[in-house]
């Protein structure tokens, strides 16, 4: 992660005589960084909870890229953290909290950190929860629940992490997944359930994903898809499903996610594939969602072109192409939904 830079224009605060603001006319020392924070007691976290005004940082989200996050207060050199301390930093309310040097915590002091109510908590640096720990975090009523360090999932306590009641919850440290975690996750009733650390999904893995209830999944760290764990998957009943992590696909695999019908405008990204022939583009011309991402394509030849301008409807993203010659690009043009981007690029030649 990049040096956070705080952005409190003209706020002190002075803690055990070294200031925690951005600027300050006089001061003999400056913090800009609320990383190198490494103890707070709880009047300091208190006091840095009210007046801290917020930093923006940028932060890697795996399966996603990089990523803005604004008015956070980032505290990733605390190493520890008590239940008063913890309580006291939930009072923050201008934007996200980032906890990511713990790398472990108890029952109490997550039951306190459950209380902050705005936005993202970041918690990756935790490698383990027990069930008391986990049921804590559950209560957790902010929109985001990052927990990316866990690589390692038990059935009992997915089931207990997905009583969250906010609307994503980031699991991207989970290397492995069986068919019952899985099924114990698809619970969640958020909106995002983010698993993009996975690298490979069994047919019943991907039958017991595909029975979450939310909005969109992540699995952007699978590499291959056979025609079973497709199929599976395409019985998601939700908007989006993001597989960008899929280098090549055969077309029985792509026949099979084609079958994909979720609700309203739904969506398939495959953005990781760099190379598709003519038979799979083809196998794609049933998907009837409102959406097919292949950012990843750099070249397709004319008759790859031809096969996908004959889906009918939706969206179509190219944004990945690079010069194409313009009969390949009329022949994209035909496509009869939305080209993105190469409709507004080349209108002139249609």
Request: glycine share 10%.
């Amino acid at each position: 992660m990049k040096s956070l830079l705080c952005v409190a224009i003209g706020f002190t605060l002075l803690i055990d005589g070294f200031s925690l603001g951005c600027t300050a006319a006089g001061a003999s020392e400056l913090l800009d960084d609320t990383n190198k924070i490494e103890i707070l007691t709880p009047e300091q976290a208190r006091k840095l909870a009210e007046e801290f005004r917020g930093a923006e940082v940028e932060m890697e989200f795996k399966g996603v890229g990089k990523q803005a996050v604004i008015h956070c207060l980032p505290l990733n050199g605390l190493k520890s953290l008590d239940a008063e301390t913890a309580q006291a930093l939930a009072g923050y309310d201008k934007g996200p909290l980032l906890l990511d040097g713990l790398s472990k915590l108890d029952a109490d002091t997550a039951k306190a950190l459950a209380e902050f109510n705005r936005r993202y908590l970041y918690l990756n640096g935790l490698t383990a929860i027990d069930a008391e720990t986990a049921t804590s975090l559950a209560e957790f009523r902010a929109t985001g629940l990052s927990l990316n360090g866990l690589t390692k999932l038990d059935a009992e306590t997915a089931k207990t992490l997905a009583e969250f009641k906010g609307k994503t919850l980031f699991l991207n440290g989970l290397t492995a997944l069986d068919a019952e975690t899985a099924k114990a996750l698809a619970d969640f009733e958020g909106q995002d359930l983010c698993l993009s650390g996975i690298a490979s999904l069994s047919p019943e893995a991907a039958k017991a994903l595909a029975g979450f209830r939310g909005w969109q999944l992540f699995l952007n760290g699978v590499t291959k898809l056979d025609v079973e764990t497709a199929k599976a998957l395409a019985e998601f009943k939700g908007n989006t499903i993001y597989v960008d992590g899929v280098t090549s696909l055969g077309t029985d695999a792509a026949s099979a996610l084609a079958t994909f019908k979720g609700s309203k405008s739904y969506c398939l990204s495959l953005s990781g594939l760099t190379e598709l022939d003519a038979a799979t583009a083809m196998a794609f011309v049933p998907f009837e969602g409102g959406g097919l991402v292949l950012s990843g394509l750099k070249q397709i030849d004319a008759d790859t072109a031809s096969a996908l301008a004959e889906r009918k409807g939706g969206t179509l993203c190219l944004d990945g192409l690079q010069e194409i010659d313009a009969d390949i690009t009329k022949t994209l043009m035909k496509f009869e939904g939305k080209l993105f981007p190469l409709r507004e690029k080349y209108q002139f030649l249609r």
